[in-house]
């Protein structure tokens, strides 16, 4: 395998190419730290459909501020990276943190529904695979608390009484996907994680203004193991329900556009009251989302 395992301050960051994806090792990556980072996964094609649909979106929200009064120039001319933020520039507080019910759309479902992806998710999940009904897109708007996502395991917000005492949330068997839009850097607010944390079960969290984050006698003793998780659009970063991680803050002053979605055993409960949707089934064939047609005909769930 050509794992380069990329030396950075003397801790390791767990990174495949594309090309080495049969590997079987990816597995056991995975187990190990609780992430791999596979690069140039989608091609520079896929990934333009994409932002061209957050593009459209984008114009979307100019055209509601325009009819509402709260601004008074559309901003076509600026640039994705900087026009969101810009037009919520004068009414941050009903700016957008991130958009879900809003990703049913074409350009999207090459992302979501990736063969060779979902090939990766196979060797570890298994063939029945659920997109789990949490998708995300989110524009990182720079040095906004309402954007910075703060240390957390998806778990901690799965987790609940009920869930916590049938066991849930730590049995439910998922692969994370995270991958950037634009460049994702230190300074622009890449994502951090901690290696091997997705061994420790799920850790309480403490509910701070706009997300929740790990107590800290959990996570300060870890900080100094964390890791930069740097990545160029078409990298897929994969990582465990349970792993430490979070947006650094955005300290330019451009947008850090990302998705982030999960995938789920499909045999298993998602543990909310949406279903998801099928991405992979040998049970239920007839159930997967085939075309990007189909994917924009449905709604969240
Ligand atoms: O994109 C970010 O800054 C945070 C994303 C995240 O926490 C997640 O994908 O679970």
């Not at 790990?214 to 329900?241: C, Q, T």
């Not at 451009?254 to 909310?272: E, F, G, P």
Request: proline content about 5%; overall charge negative; some cysteine.
């Amino acid at each position: 395998m050509n794992l380069s395992g990329m030396e950075q301050a003397g801790r390791k960051l767990v990174e495949l190419q594309a090309e080495d994806l049969r590997e079987e090792s990816l597995v056991s990556l995975f187990q190990e730290f609780g992430y791999v980072i596979l690069r140039r996964m989608f091609s520079p094609e896929v990934v333009q459909k994409a932002r061209e649909e957050m593009e459209l979106l984008v114009e979307t929200h100019a055209h509601r501020l325009l009819e509402e009064g709260r601004i008074s120039d559309a901003l076509s001319q600026e640039p994705f990276e900087t026009r969101l933020f810009r037009l919520y520039e004068s009414c941050m507080e009903i700016a957008p943190k991130s958009f879900r019910h809003e990703l049913h759309l074409r350009g999207l479902y090459e992302w979501f529904f990736h063969p060779r992806l979902l090939d990766v998710v196979e060797s570890i999940l298994g063939p029945e695979i659920r997109l789990y009904p949490n998708y995300t897109a989110r524009p990182k708007f720079p040095d906004w608390e309402g954007t910075l996502v703060l240390w957390h395991q998806d778990g901690g917000y799965t987790n609940s009484m009920e869930t916590a005492a049938s066991g849930g949330v730590t049995l439910l068997r998922m692969v994370n996907v995270w991958s950037p839009l634009v460049l994702a850097r230190v300074e622009n607010g890449c994502m951090q994680f901690v290696p091997g944390t997705h061994k420790l079960g799920v850790v309480p969290h403490a509910q701070k203004t706009h997300y929740l984050e790990i107590e800290k006698d959990y996570l300060e003793p870890r900080l100094s193991e964390a890791v930069d998780v740097e990545a160029d659009p078409g990298d897929v970063v994969l990582f465990h329900n349970l792993l430490f991680h979070c947006g650094l803050p955005n300290r330019v002053d451009t947008i850090r556009w990302s998705l982030d979605w999960r995938y789920q055993d499909a045999t298993q409960s998602t543990l909310r009251k949406e279903a998801g949707h099928l991405a992979r089934s040998r049970h239920q064939p007839e159930q997967v989302v085939r075309s990007a047609e189909e994917w924009a005909s449905l709604s969240f769930r």
